[in-house]
């Protein structure tokens, strides 16, 4: 989206960098409150402490930083929540106990092939706020717009359909919505050659959901990890996916 005093000569990258400076310095008080240990809501820190959660989810927590990653989103009870490719349901399961019963989650697998995993999550009496949906992750036909959107560690699977579905996700939103992508860091400039990795460069991201008519609201440094060099595939078994990982916030401009 062009800033109103850029001109047809100037280099893309320039307006690119302006509008994130501006972003994360407007964003910059709430990442410093929101991801403080002190300050993670109640509602957040006893989704995270379920005691329903999987043995396998709570070992990876320490990696994860679950409670710094949901207050960074600005998760709250009574939300409605889509969640793009939700895998196995690590962050469905306290997404679903974080806005409550009042709040409702769709989980969008998308055709992925943990999607029973999805449905079968949808179907637990103890999740009873989380419903399936189904079609084309190029539609995200959810039933009522929704106030955030979510994905995690799998936008850059999404290549070929990027735009469309970044199109669909800011149709799917309120005004003012927030679309929340976490994934691996690939090196800067990195296209087909991170595609193997599994990892993106969050410029390229950062490109493709602006030009869908987003604003980039804030970054989150929680899962970053400098000792990554971003030039390994991110599930070899030395990193152990101990990757340098970015998140970045998007808002659906409106009130």
């Not at 999805?118 to 419903?131: F, K, M, V």
């Not at 050659?193 to 460069?201: G, K």
């Amino acid at each position: 989206m062009r800033t109103p005093w850029a001109t047809p000569w100037a280099a893309p990258w320039t307006w690119l960098a302006l509008r994130k400076w501006l972003a994360l310095a407007a964003g910059a008080w709430f990442a410093a409150t929101a991801l403080a240990q002190s300050d993670i809501p109640p509602n957040i820190a006893a989704a995270v402490a379920d005691a329903s959660r999987p043995a396998l989810d709570k070992f990876r927590d320490e990696r994860r930083k679950p409670a710094q990653t949901l207050a960074f989103a600005g998760i709250k009870a009574g939300m409605k929540i889509a969640e793009l490719i939700p895998g196995n349901g690590y962050y469905t399961r306290m997404l679903a106990k974080a806005v409550g019963p009042s709040g409702k989650i769709y989980t969008f697998p998308g055709g992925e092939p943990r999607t029973p995993l999805s449905a079968a999550l949808a179907r637990d009496p103890g999740y009873n706020n989380i419903q399936l949906v189904t079609g084309s992750l190029a539609s995200l036909p959810v039933p009522e717009p929704v106030d955030l959107v979510w994905t995690s560690q799998n936008y850059h699977d999404l290549r070929a359909q990027a735009a469309a579905i970044n199109k669909a996700v800011f149709a799917a939103l309120k005004p003012g919505g927030i679309y929340l992508i976490l994934d691996h860091a690939a090196k800067p400039g990195a296209r087909a050659e991170s595609i193997p990795l599994h990892r993106i460069d969050e410029d390229l991201v950062e490109q493709e959901v602006l030009a869908a008519g987003f604003v980039l609201e804030s970054e989150g440094d929680v899962l970053r990890n400098p000792k990554d060099d971003r030039s390994r595939q991110v599930m070899e078994r030395e990193l152990n996916r101990q990757t340098d990982q970015f998140i970045l916030r998007f808002r659906k401009p409106g009130p």
